[in-house]
C-alpha cells in the first residue's frame, strides 16, 4: 500500500534540478522554456528546483568540464535515493563540437550513471518534455 | 566579525556555474571575489584544428544565446582576411538575424531580473512573448537557437515575401507587448522599488572599469559599437543608441526595453529596404597569412574576436573577448557594500553569460593553494617536456 503510494508520488511530482556542466548555455535556455506558458511542463508536475536535495530527476547539460567533474559527482550522491539522470542534448551524451577538448571528458555518463538521453544540439522543449515522460513511463513498469 | 560566503558553482540564483565568494559584515558585502573556470571547455585551442568553415559551428557554440554575435564576429573578421566583399542581401539577413537575437536575448533578460526581483509572473509573459521571435528564428532559419544562418561570404538562407510578411506581422505583437513592459517596468511601484538604487555604478567608474554594452549605456555612456564602428549595413540604417543615467539595475532595464524598440524599427526597415540579389559569395579555401581584430555589438556588450591566418586553411589563433568578461570587474565594483539579498539582481543585471567568457587559464596548485597565471611559453616547454618521446596527439587514440 504504502509502496504504490510513494510511486505514484513519484510519478506525478518528478522535480528536477537544472545543472550545467559546461553547456554553451543553449540547452539551458530550452530547458528553461520548457518551463514557461507555451511548454509548460509544470502540467506534468514537474518543478524545477533550487538544491539537489529536494529533487528527483538531475536534468545535466553539457559536456562535463574537468573542473564540473567533482562538483557532479557530489550534487549526485546529495541527491536523494531514487535518483535519476537525463542528459541533455548532443553534449551531454558525447561531448559534440567539443568532443577531443583538453578540458572536456565528453559526456555526463563518463561521469555519472545516466537513465534517459535526450538527443538534439540543442534540444527542442518539446523534446526535453519527452524524455521527462519516457522516464516517467520507465517508472512506471 | 567577518565571514565569508562562496556561493556556487551550483546555486539556486545562478543559472550557470560560478563561484562567488563574499566576505561579509552583517548583511553587507565587504570584499566580493568572482571565481571562474567550471565552463571552460578549451574552445580557443579546438578551433585552431578546425577548418574555417568548421569553426562557423564552433564559435556558433561558443554561447547558445548569442550565438549569432559570434558567429558573426568569426565571419566578418574571416572576410576581412580573405579579402571578401559579401553582398548586400546577406549583409541585410545578417542583420535581421542580429536583431531578432537581440530581441530574444533582451527578452530573456527581462524575464529573469523579473524573477530575481520576485516578479515571476513577469517572467512568465516575457518568455511566452519570447516564443514569437523564437518562431520567426525558426521559420528563418530552421532553428530555435544555433541558428547556422552566416557562412564566410554571406548567409546561407534568402527569406521569401510570406517569411517577410510573417516577420511585420509577428513585430506589431511584439511591439504591443513590448509597450505594455515599459509601463509595467518603469512605473509598477513595487517592481520599480526593487530595482531603484540597486547595484549602484558611477559614470567614472564604468569607464575605469572598461563595462560594456547595456551596462555601461546605463551608467550614461552612449557607447555602441553600432554606432562608433558600424560593421555589416549599421552604416545606413537609422537608430539611436539608447542610455539611462540612473546607474542602477532600474537604468539598466530601461536601457533594454528602450533597446528592444530600436530593435524593432531597425527590422522594420531591414525588410522594407531589402535589396534583390544573391546572398553569398564564393570564399577561398585559405587564407593570407595575415591578423586581424572584429568587433560586434552583441545583445550584452562589446565582443572582439582576434583571428591569426598562416596560409593554411586553418586558423593559428582565435581569441575570443566575450562582453561578459568586460563587465567581471565593475561586477565586483557594483556587489561591494550593497546587500547579500541583491547578489542575484545585481548578477544578473549584467546578463552574465559564463560560457561565453570561460577563455583564461590560470593554474592552481593543488598541494599548496598557490595560484599563478603562466605564460604561453612557460606553458608550451612544459608540455614539451612532459609529452616528449610520448605518441604524437594525432595518433594517439582518444582515453575516452
Known amino acids: 500500500m504504502l509502496t504504490k503510494l510513494t510511486n505514484w508520488s513519484r510519478l506525478k511530482s518528478p522535480w528536477i534540478l537544472h545543472l550545467n556542466t559546461g553547456a554553451c548555455n543553449a540547452c539551458d535556455i530550452e530547458v528553461v522554456a520548457a518551463l514557461t506558458p507555451r511548454f509548460d511542463v509544470e502540467r506534468f508536475g514537474i518543478l524545477l528546483k533550487a538544491t539537489p536535495r529536494h529533487a528527483d530527476v538531475i536534468v545535466c547539460t553539457g559536456p562535463a568540464t574537468r573542473q564540473m567533474k567533482d562538483r557532479l559527482v557530489r550534487i549526485y550522491e546529495q541527491t536523494p535515493d531514487p535518483k535519476f539522470v537525463i542528459a541533455v542534448g548532443a553534449c551531454a551524451m558525447s561531448g559534440c563540437v567539443y568532443r577531443g577538448a583538453y578540458n572536456v571528458l565528453g559526456g555526463i555518463d563518463q561521469v555519472i550513471p545516466v537513465d534517459v538521453y535526450v538527443p538534439g544540439c540543442p534540444v527542442r522543449p518539446d523534446a526535453v518534455i519527452d524524455g521527462v515522460v519516457k522516464l516517467l513511463n520507465k517508472l512506471k513498469g | ?400
Open chain 2, 1 to 400: 566579525m567577518k565571514f565569508q560566503i562562496p556561493i556556487g558553482p551550483q546555486h539556486p540564483a545562478l543559472k550557470e556555474p560560478i563561484s562567488l565568494r563574499m566576505t561579509v559584515e552583517g548583511e553587507i558585502i565587504r570584499e566580493a571575489d568572482i571565481r571562474l573556470g567550471y565552463n571552460h571547455r578549451g574552445l580557443e585551442k579546438l578551433a585552431e584544428q578546425r577548418t574555417w568553415i568548421q569553426n562557423i559551428y564552433l564559435t556558433e557554440r561558443i554561447c547558445g544565446i548569442c550565438s549569432h554575435s559570434h558567429t558573426t564576429c568569426y565571419v566578418q573578421g574571416v572576410e576581412k582576411l580573405m579579402e571578401l566583399e559579401p553582398p548586400k542581401r546577406g549583409l541585410y539577413i545578417r542583420t535581421l538575424v542580429a536583431e531578432l537575437e537581440r530581441i530574444h536575448s533582451h527578452l530573456l533578460w527581462l524575464g529573469v531580473a523579473g524573477h530575481e526581483a520576485g516578479f515571476d509572473s513577469f517572467f512568465m509573459y516575457t518568455w511566452r512573448d519570447r516564443e514569437i521571435v523564437m518562431d520567426i528564428l525558426e521559420i528563418i532559419s530552421g532553428n530555435r537557437v544555433h541558428y547556422g544562418i552566416n557562412t564566410i561570404g554571406g548567409v546561407r538562407r534568402d527569406l521569401d515575401d510570406g517569411q517577410v510578411k510573417h516577420i511585420l506581422d509577428s513585430l506589431e505583437i511584439l511591439r504591443k507587448r513590448s509597450e505594455y513592459y515599459k509601463n509595467l517596468g518603469t512605473t509598477e511601484p513595487s517592481f520599480v522599488a526593487r530595482l531603484a538604487g540597486v547595484g549602484y555604478l558611477s559614470k567614472e567608474d564604468a569607464i575605469a572599469l572598461c563595462a560594456v554594452g547595456p551596462t555601461l549605456r546605463a551608467s550614461g555612456v552612449p557607447m555602441d559599437v553600432r554606432k562608433d564602428d558600424p560593421y555589416a549595413v549599421y552604416g545606413e540604417i537609422p537608430f539611436e543608441v539608447c542610455t539611462a543615467d540612473t546607474c542602477d539595475v532600474l537604468g539598466r532595464t530601461v536601457v533594454r526595453i528602450q533597446e528592444l524598440f530600436q530593435c524593432y524599427n531597425i527590422i522594420e526597415y531591414l525588410l522594407k529596404n531589402l535589396p534583390a540579389g544573391p546572398v553569398a559569395v564564393r570564399a577561398p579555401r585559405r587564407a593570407k597569412p595575415n591578423e586581424v581584430v572584429s568587433r560586434y555589438e552583441a545583445p550584452r556588450g562589446e565582443n572582439i574576436h582576434y583571428i591569426k591566418s598562416n596560409g593554411t586553411d586553418k586558423p593559428e589563433r582565435l581569441k575570443v573577448r566575450a562582453p561578459t568578461l568586460g563587465n567581471y570587474a565593475a561586477t565586483i565594483k557594483m556587489l561591494k557594500n550593497g546587500f547579500i539579498a541583491d547578489v542575484p539582481l545585481i548578477f544578473a543585471a549584467i546578463d552574465p553569460c559564463i560560457c561565453c567568457a570561460e577563455r583564461a587559464v590560470s593554474l592552481v596548485d593543488v598541494r599548496t593553494g598557490q595560484e599563478k597565471i603562466i605564460s604561453m611559453n612557460a606553458l608550451k616547454q612544459l608540455s614539451l617536456k612532459i609529452s616528449a618521446g610520448k605518441v604524437r596527439k594525432r595518433e594517439a587514440e582518444w582515453p575516452l
